[in-house]
């Protein structure tokens, strides 16, 4: 069973560039049947799909986030990783990482996530 | 932007049925799935692709489909089911992923 292991500083500054890292085991980042995946919830709020990436490299971004988005993927390390620039009091948020299993016939199953890790912006 | 509406609230009554509705323009071609999130806990995932049921998921929770809407349904409604519960579901083109803004269910 994959496991996903968010990891990053907890407390951003605003305008700076906030950096997550999910390390991935139990299974091959380079799988083919796995989209990696980046979710983020403010506090007392909704979940908000930020993002995901194929083992390729091909990304995928939320339209509302794209031009602050960068997501890559290090498959020597088994980890992916989130780059949200510019960053402001609104991106306050538990941050959670994702795998979505995809079937032979292309359709999304079931998926993992990791615990969560709370980034916190403020000067 | 694509967008899923879900409504804020259901109560039920515990043993009651629930149903738990999400809209949205593309969901006659895309799949639904549907999350449960207790506070403090990372989401569940308790239906796919409308209303598949992952293993380990109670057979009280059942999805469905039609037109422009689908409804999670948790039968028998237990105390533990009280949670925060979300669609999701892809834009017509899959491009991106979307969340409905989520419905708190209430066991009376």
């Known amino acids: 069973q994959v496991q996903l292991q968010e990891s990053g500083p907890g407390l951003v500054k605003p305008s700076q560039t906030l950096s997550l890292t999910c390390t991935v085991s139990?299974?091959?980042?380079?799988?083919?049947?796995?989209?990696w995946t980046w979710i983020r919830q403010p506090p007392g709020k909704g979940l908000e799909w930020i993002g995901y990436?194929?083992?390729?490299?091909?990304?995928y971004y939320n339209p509302s986030l794209k031009s602050r988005i960068t997501i890559s993927i290090d498959t020597s390390k088994n980890q992916f990783s989130l780059k949200l620039s510019s960053v402001t009091a609104a991106d306050t948020a538990m941050y959670y990482c994702?795998?979505?299993?995809?079937?032979?016939?292309?359709?999304?199953?079931?998926?993992?996530w990791g615990q969560g890790t709370l980034v916190t912006v403020s000067s | 932007s694509y967008e899923l509406t879900q409504p804020p609230s259901v109560s039920v009554s515990p043993g009651q049925t629930a149903r738990i509705t999400c809209s949205g323009d593309?969901?006659?071609?895309?799949?639904a799935y549907w999350y449960q999130q207790k506070p403090g806990q990372a989401p569940v995932l308790v239906i796919y692709?409308?209303?598949e049921r992952p293993s380990g998921v109670p057979e009280r929770f059942s999805g469905s489909s039609s037109g422009t809407t689908v409804t999670l349904t948790i039968s028998g409604v237990q105390a533990e089911d009280e949670a925060d519960y979300y669609c999701?579901?892809?834009?017509?083109?899959?491009?991106?992923?979307?969340f409905g803004g989520g419905t708190k269910l209430t066991v009376l």
């Open positions: 994702a795998s979505y299993y995809y079937d032979n016939s292309g359709y999304r199953l079931f998926d993992y």
């Open positions: 139990g299974g091959s980042i380079s799988s083919g049947d796995y989209y």
């Open positions: 990436i194929y083992y390729s490299g091909s990304t």
């Open positions: 593309a969901l006659p071609k895309q799949y």
């Open positions: 692709k409308d209303s």
């Open positions: 999701q579901s892809p834009d017509s083109g899959v491009t991106y992923w979307v």
